[in-house]
Nanobody
Framework: VQLQASGGGLVQAGASLRLSCAASGPTLSSYTMNWFRQAPGKEREFVAAIRWNDGSPWYGDAAKGRFTIAKDNAKNTLYLNMNRLKPDDTAVYYC??????????????????WGKGTQVTVSS
């Protein structure tokens, strides 16, 4: 699976952004698709995940109430809709895929494939 994230940019606090992650390769029906982020000097942090076969979502604490993960089966694309952005959301955002079957895998070490990341910068 090859993953290409896009959609990052520089925005002001309170704005919205939508990140995309285009996937190529085998069908994603057996995968959990994830978003992680890494701020300067910090560890990579789980943001959100979706089980591709049924669309069940999971969210990290930072994402709850503000971010929504979504997918487009026809386009094999993962999205992260981010609302009410804060300066603390500034990070490189990565999409990742875990071959999980019916399980949910959201741990950093459980990912099988990573995209290169897209920078999100939120100014105050």
């Amino acid at each position: 699976v090859q993953l290409q994230a896009s959609g990052g940019g520089l925005v002001q606090a309170g704005a919205s952004l939508r990140l995309s992650c285009a996937a190529s390769g085998p069908t994603l029906s057996s995968y959990t698709m994830n978003w992680f982020r890494q701020a300067p000097g910090k560890e990579r942090e789980f943001v959100a995940a979706i089980r591709w076969n049924d669309g069940s979502p999971w969210y990290g604490d930072a994402a709850k109430g503000r971010f929504t993960i979504a997918k487009d089966n026809a386009k094999n694309t993962l999205y992260l809709n981010m609302n009410r952005l804060k300066p603390d959301d500034t990070a490189v955002y990565y999409c990742a895929a875990a071959l999980a079957g019916d399980q949910i895998v959201i741990s950093y070490g459980g990912m099988d494939y990573w995209g290169k990341g897209t920078q999100v910068t939120v100014s105050s």
